[in-house]
Each structure stands twice: as structure tokens, then as C-alpha cells.
């Protein structure tokens, strides 16, 4: 029998969020690859093996499962949202570029529902027009390179969606990207905090720039900025298809 | 019986990827508005009516859908894709900045996978660092902004996704696009071509900026294209988790 890897998203957490081909590329697997949590979201069965290990061993954790696969295992890697946005799929390339041995291995990857889609979809259509995605973690980029990124996006007028805003570890890095998109953008730009989109937990809210508080996100939110003509209507937060 | 609007996302293509969330308001509606193209992915069955709409009628289709929710009906708006990428999300908050009365109406967004996490998916992890989507239609929007905006996306080394890239109607818009990619980011820059993706019609293909051609795409193509470090490894594409 022939193995494969497939690097899977469970969206945000809702399993109504989960696509077929997923819950499918799980029901073949003999083994689920993934950090502690999102191996957790998968049900235990006869014949699957979980191997859920920590936070910040990516590259480990491709290794292995490319291993298995190249062991002919049919193997998932899993990863909260899309795999491909700040998740797995990247780590797993990497590990890929290392060992031309492997290049030939059957690799899928599977879309999922990223969090900052579930969370623009949660508060109204704040992505609605032309947008970018940061990760705001420093741990793979210097601060610098995050703050011309800011910059440019907020010239360019784009809405902006932020995974991994703030941690115990780097509270201050958040701080100053508020400071920055203050200066930017000024204190009436809309700014929505959705924390754990889908869950039990979930949280939204939605103030002004000048209202905002490092404390309102932690590492389970995903922050979105609006653009210049992103605005309330109801209870909600959209950004007009179009732009002058 | 009290109505309700949702606002769904049907995915790129492929039913594997229409979440459970979305099959299950499906089932439950008795009205189904949007795109001719996409009214025609829902099964047709007794007690649901599809309504199939010209392209570019978005505000006129939104309306309908609110006034059939307002009367009582369970109405689903379909979108490929997200339906907050690019799609009918915001065209419906429009519609309803004009009508508060209908803004206490139970409406709901339910994501979908949008084209360029399913183009990227299926070429690698373009997308794995920080990244920016522009739709490239002028039809709301003047060309200048979208220069504008490519400069930035370019100064940013943000990966860029591209939608609507190229029409019949604006053969010229993409041209120009491709020239100023090519002079902010050098010849030797990946651009990833994926039409039509997670159908029997998809096709991918990566080349540099240097021999990408206009004719390359149409308007079931969503471009992607790379940062500074995004590369090849075996088959696949991927940027890399790290900045310098």
C-alpha cells in the first residue's frame, strides 16, 4: 500500500466549518500529525494513531510525518484555519526542501476555513474590498520588516487582517502596532477584535482605533482593520465593494 | 414562520468543499438567489425556488433577497468562493445601509474557501507568509488605486493573490498590471496561474514574472504571486514561514 501526506485545515473550529474532503482525507488516515489542540478536535478511532506533540516543533513535526508517509502511512497533518495561512503547509515545504528523497511523495493539501474569514463573516464583510493578512508574531520576523508592512498597508488603503496578534511572551509587540496604525490611519478607523471564532468561547467586538487596547486581543484572536470606508450598518462592520 | 438570510459561500468548485454549515442552510431554504453559475450548483427539490440573476445586478439581487427574508422566507444568497471576498457579503450590507428597517432581520455570513486559498493549496503554500489580494477589476474602482496599491503590496514583499484579472471587456487592465509587478519585483519573481481550480477545467502553471504573458489568465483565474522567497521545491511552490 502506498502512503501520502495530506496537510488539512479544520477552519476555525465549528465542525460545521470542516469540509468533506477533510473529514473524507481523516476517515483514510492511519495517522493524524498535528499540535495538542488541533489533534485533540480529531475523534479517536480503531487503526488511527495521533500524534499530537507542542507548539513551536514544526519542522519536527513535518519531518515525521514525512517520514511515515515515505513508511506508506496514510498521514494528516492538521492545523486550525487553512493550512496554508501561518499553519503547516509552509513548515512542511521546508522539510520537503531538505530531502529531495521525498519530493516525489504523494502530497495534498487541503484547504479549510481561515480565522480571519470566519471572523470577517462573524462581524459582517469587513474584507469585502481589496485586503492583507499579517502574521504579528516576531518569532519569524524582525519587528522592522512588521512595521514597514503596516505602513505600505495602510498607504495602500487596504483593510487588514492580523493572526497572532499579542502573546504572554511579546506583550509589547501589539502596543506598537496599534501606535503605528494610529498614526497611519487615525483614531475613527473601525478596528474588530474576534476572538475564537465559532467556538463556545467566541467574542466580537468593534471599536474605533482611538478606543483600542493592546488587552483586547490575546493569541486566540484575529484583529481586523477596516480601510477608509469600512463602516457599521446594524449590528455589523462591512467595507463598500467599491473605491474612489 | 419567521424568515432569515444567509449569505453562503459555496467554495471554488468542487462539492467536497461546500462546508456542512452551508449544505445544511441549503436544505433548509426555501429560496436560493445569485450568479446564474452558481444558482446552477444547487440541486433543484420540491418546496425551494431558485432565483438565477444576471452578473453585475449584485445591489438589485441583494435587494430581492432581503424583501423575500422581510416576508417571512428562509433565503440563501449564493457566492463562490467566500462570500466576503469579492462577492455578495458587502453588497447586501449596501443594500441594507439604505432600508434600516430591515437591519434587525436574522442574517447570517457563512464562509466558504475562496479561490486563492484553493489555487494556493493546490500549488504549494504561496500564501504562507504575509500576503495581500487585490481584485483587479476596475469596474468599481479607478486603475490608479490599483496601481497604487500593487507598488505598495510590492515595497511590502507581501505575497499578492489577484482576482477578476482579466476580462474581454478590459483586456489591457492585467497587461499593465503585469509591467508594474515586473518593475517592482524583477524578472525573476514567481506568478502562479490557477484556473478554474478544484474543477474537471482546473489548470495550474508557475512561471517567472519575466516570461508571464497577459493571455495567461482569464477570468477563472486567480494569480499568485510570490514574495522575495517564494520558491520552488519538487512540483510545488511555497513561501517560507521566516523573514529577514
Redo the contacts between chains.
Keep these: 500500500m502506498s502512503g501520502w501526506l495530506a496537510i488539512a485545515g479544520l477552519?476555525p473550529g465549528?465542525?460545521?466549518?470542516?469540509?468533506?474532503?477533510v473529514s473524507?482525507a481523516l476517515a483514510q488516515a492511519t495517522d493524524v500529525v498535528g499540535y495538542i489542540p488541533y489533534v485533540a478536535r480529531v475523534a479517536p478511532r480503531e487503526g488511527l494513531v495521533l500524534h499530537p506533540s507542542d507548539n513551536r516543533v514544526?519542522l519536527d513535526r513535518a519531518r515525521a510525518a514525512l517520514q511515515m508517509a515515505a513508511e506508506g502511512k496514510r498521514v494528516v497533518v492538521v492545523s486550525s484555519g487553512?493550512?496554508?495561512?501561518?499553519?503547516m503547509?509552509?513548515?512542511?515545504?521546508?522539510a520537503?526542501?531538505t530531502r529531495?528523497d521525498w519530493?516525489?511523495l504523494d502530497?495534498?493539501?487541503?484547504?479549510?476555513?481561515?480565522a480571519m474569514?470566519?471572523a470577517?463573516?462573524?462581524a459582517?464583510?469587513?474584507?469585502?474590498?481589496?485586503?492583507?493578512?499579517?502574521?504579528l508574531s516576531d518569532n519569524?520576523?524582525?519587528w522592522e520588516?512588521i512595521e514597514?508592512?503596516l505602513r505600505?498597508?495602510a498607504?495602500?488603503?487596504?483593510a487588514m487582517a492580523f493572526y497572532n496578534p499579542r502573546s504572554a511572551s511579546r506583550p509589547e509587540g501589539f502596543a506598537k502596532a496599534l501606535a503605528v496604525l494610529l498614526q497611519e490611519c487615525g483614531p475613527e478607523r473601525l478596528i474588530t477584535f474576534a476572538r475564537a471564532v465559532s467556538t463556545p468561547d467566541q467574542r466580537l467586538s468593534t471599536v474605533s482605533l482611538g478606543e483600542a487596547t493592546p488587552e483586547m486581543a490575546d493569541m486566540r484572536t484575529v484583529v481586523i482593520v477596516g480601510n477608509s470606508a469600512t463602516r457599521r450598518?446594524?449590528?455589523?462592520v462591512?467595507?463598500?465593494?467599491?473605491?474612489?
Design positions: 477552519g465549528d465542525d460545521r466549518l470542516v469540509t468533506p474532503e473524507a514544526e487553512d493550512p496554508g495561512v501561518f499553519a503547509a509552509s513548515a512542511v515545504f521546508e520537503l526542501e529531495p519530493q516525489a502530497i495534498r493539501v487541503l484547504p479549510g476555513i481561515t474569514l470566519a470577517a463573516a462573524a459582517g464583510a469587513p474584507l469585502g474590498h481589496d485586503f492583507c493578512c499579517i502574521n519569524l520576523k524582525p520588516v514597514t508592512r505600505h498597508a498607504r495602500a488603503d487596504f450598518v446594524g449590528p455589523w462591512y467595507s463598500p465593494r467599491s473605491a474612489k
